[in-house]
C-alpha cells in the first residue's frame, strides 16, 4: 500500500488508526451527506458507514509500507557523467525546498486555493460541486482538495490488480467517501507542506512526466527551483488534463488558454501582481523540450557511447539474486527503485575508445569492430565499446549479410542493434582464435611442464583428435598447420606463443589433455553458449577436443578480457563486473557492488604465462628466449610500458583478435561480422585489434605510474 505517511512503521500507523478512529465515526455520516450532494442518488448503492469505516481503518494500518516508484539513475565513475536511466515512470522525488515558490503558488492556484484552510476536505468546494451537478444530473465536478488527489494518486500508484485501479478511479459513492476520510486522516498525521511536497512528486503531467521533476526536465529542460512563473503556470495547467491542454502541441491555443487562466487564478490569490500576470499572459508558450534516455536507449551522443555498456549493467543487475527472485523481478526493482548506481567505466578513457572504434570503421561496414577493458584484481570494466548504436530500430539498417537471411529480405545489424556484441547477454560471440593458446599454456604449465618445454613444430602435424572432415582432417584425424612455413623447428612455450606456432599447441594439448585446457578456460570465466560448443566441452568428450586450442569455440571481448586479467592479477580470477556503488533511496549502500574474486591460478603459474605472452608484444620475456621475431611486435613501443598480449585470427580471417595486458589492465579487441560468421574480415584489417587495444591501454593508463611484471621462478621456468 502507498507511503502515505513518510517514514511511518507499521505500529505508528496502528496507533494513528486507533486515534483517529473516534473521530472518523463522527465523519463518516458526514461523508456520506456529502457524497449525496455531490453524486446522483443513484451511485450510492451499497454505500454504509461501517463499511466506510472499516476500509479506512485498515488503509491507516498499511499507509506506511512503499513510495512510488522511481527512475534509477546510472553514472560513469565519476558519479557525476550520467549514462542512462531506467524507469517504468519517468520521476524523481525532490524537497519541497527545491520548487520554486511560484510553482507552489501556480498548483495551489490550479487546483485548490483553498489548500492551507480545509482539512483534507473543502465544504465550499463540494458545495460549488454539489450545485453543478444537480444542474446538470452528472458527475462534472468532484470537488477534490489537493490532499484528496495525493491520496488517490498513491493509492492508484500501489494498486495491484485492474479491480483495484477501478476502485480507486471510478466515479462512486463509496470511492469519494474513503477517498474523503483518508485526506482527512492524511491531515492530522503531515503537515500541509508534506503534502503539498508529495502531491507534486507524483502528480502526472503529460508526456511521461511523473512529478514536478521529470515536467521541468521534460519540458523545460531545467531544474524545478529554476522554473518562471509562465513555466510554473503551464505546468500547472496540465495536471487537470495533459493531453487537452499540452504545451507540445503543434496548436499551443489551448496549452495557453490554459496557462493564462492558471495566471489569473494567481493573480485573483495575491500571489502575483495584476501588472505582472497581464505582463506574464502576452508572452507565447516557450519550451525546452528534453528526451530522458530510457534503459540505455537515446540518440544523443552520450547515449550512443555507453550504450552496450548500459545494457551490460541491465544484464549484470538481472543476474544478481539479491534484487529479487527472478530476473524480471530484478529489472523490475530496478526500473522503479530509484537507485543512483556507480559504474566502473571511466569517461575519459570510454570517449577516446568509442571515437577510436567509430573512426577505424566505415559508415557501410558489415564487420562489428569492439573492445572491452577489465581491471585486474577488482574485475571492473573500464571500457567498453562497439562501432554500433544500441538502438532496437533497424529500419535503416543495411541487408543481412548471410545469404539466406537476405534472401528473405532480413535487415543486418548495422548500424542500429539491441544484440550484447561486447558480451554480458545471451549472444555466443565469435571464435577467437589463437588467443585461446593460453588457456592450454596455463594448463601445460599448472601440470608441470615449465615454459623451456621444446617440442619440434612441422608445418603440420597429425594428432590423435578425429575429425570427420574438412582442410585440418587427414585420414580421418586433425591434422593442423602453420600460418608460416618460417615456424617449423624446435619451439618453447615462449617461442610457440610469440609466434603463434600451431603445431607447437596441437602436441601440447595433446600432452596436457585437451580437458584440462577447456576447463582452464571454464575457470577463467568462458561459458559455451553454442549447442556446439555445448556438446564439445562436456566432460564426457572435452578430452577428444583438440582443436580447441586453436580457438574454434565462441567467446566475447568481455569474457576473454576477464580472463586475460586474471594471469596479468597473478591468478586472482575476478568476474567482470560494471558496479562501483549502487545507493538506494534512503541513501544506504548495496554491499553486493564488491567484486567477486578468488584465485583460480597459481602465481607462478601466471607469471610464466606473462612471461611467454610478453614475446608476443615485442617487449621480451625475462626469463627465456622468444626467437627472432612475434605476431605483434610493435604493440610494447605503442603502449610505451611492459605488456604482454595474444594475436588470433580464425580460418581465413574470419576474425581478428588481440588480448592485451598490463599489471593493472587487460583489454581485449576484435573485428568480425556478428550477422556472418562466415564472412572473412580480411587480412587487412587483423591490425585493428591490435591498434586499438593500444589506444585502450594508453588511454586508461595515462599519467599512472608504470608497474613492472614479477618473473617467474623456480620449475615453471625450466
Known sequence: MTNLFRHGTREKATRAATGLRSVLKLGVLAGLLVALLVFPVVALGGVSAKAGLDSIDRLSVKLGESDPPQTSYVYAADGTTLISQFFDEFRRNVPLDEVAPIMQKAVIAAEDARFYSHNGVDMKGILRAAAANRRSGEVEQGASTLTMQYVRGALRLNAETSEEVLAVTEQTASRKVREMRLAMATEEQLTKNEILERYLNQVYFGHRAYGIYAASYVYFSKSPKDLTLTQAATLAGLIQAPSAYDPAASDKTMATKRRNWVIDRMAGLGYVSTEQAEKTKAKPIELDLSQPSNSCMDLSKQAKMYGFFCDFVRHWWRAQPQFGETPRDRENNLRRGGYTIITSVEPNVQEKVYDRVVETQSKDSRFAHGVVAVEAGTGRVKAMAVNRNFDIDQSGNGTHSHPVAAGKGMKGNYPNTVNALLGGGSMAGYQAGSTF????????????????????????????????????????????????????????????????????????????????????????????????????????????????????????????????????????????????????????????????????????????????????????????????????????????????????????????????????????????????????????????????????????????????????KGSVVH
Open 437 to 712: 593458446k593460453m588457456f592450454t599454456m596455463l594448463a601445460a604449465l599448472e601440470e608441470g611442464m615449465p615454459l623451456d618445454t621444446k617440442i619440434y613444430s612441422p608445418h603440420r602435424v597429425r594428432t590423435q583428435y578425429p575429425v570427420a572432415s574438412g582442410p585440418a582432417s587427414c585420414g580421418g584425424v586433425w591434422c593442423p598447420s602453420n600460418a608460416s612455413g618460417a615456424m617449423t623447428g624446435t619451439q618453447t612455450m615462449w617461442s610457440g606463443f610469440g609466434k603463434s606456432v600451431n603445431t607447437y599447441f596441437a602436441q601440447l594439448i595433446q600432452r596436457v589433455g585437451a580437458d584440462k585446457a577447456v576447463k582452464m578456460a571454464e575457470r577463467l570465466g568462458l561459458h559455451w553458449r553454442s549447442s556446439t560448443d555445448a556438446y564439445f566441452a562436456d566432460p564426457e568428450r572435452s578430452a577428444g577436443w583438440g582443436a580447441f586450442t586453436l580457438g574454434v569455440a565462441d567467446t566475447t571481448p568481455l569474457e576473454m578480457a576477464g580472463a586475460y586479467a586474471t594471469v596479468a592479477a597473478e591468478g586472482i580470477y575476478c568476474e567482470p563486473t560494471p558496479i562501483l556503488k549502487a545507493v538506494d533511496q534512503q541513501g544506504r549502500d548495496l554491499p553486493e557492488a564488491a567484486p567477486d574474486c578468488h584465485r583460480e591460478v597459481d602465481a607462478q603459474v601466471a607469471r610464466a604465462a606473462t612471461d611467454a605472452a610478453r614475446c608476443v608484444t615485442g617487449y621480451k620475456a625475462a626469463k627465456g628466449g622468444c626467437g627472432s621475431w612475434s605476431t605483434a611486435p610493435g604493440f610494447y613501443n605503442d603502449v610505451g610500458r611492459p605488456v604482454a598480449g595474444k594475436t588470433g585470427t580464425t580460418d581465413s580471417t574470419r576474425a581478428a583478435w588481440f588480448v592485451g595486458f598490463t599489471p593493472e589492465l587487460a583489454v581485449a579487441s576484435f573485428i568480425a561480422d556478428p550477422d556472418n560468421p562466415f564472412n572473412a574480415v580480411g587480412d587487412g584489417n587483423s591490425q585493428k585489434p591490435i591498434d586499438t587495444a593500444a589506444v585502450t591501454l594508453r588511454a586508461a593508463l595515462k599519467g599512472q605510474p608504470e608497474q613492472k611484471f614479477t618473473p617467474p
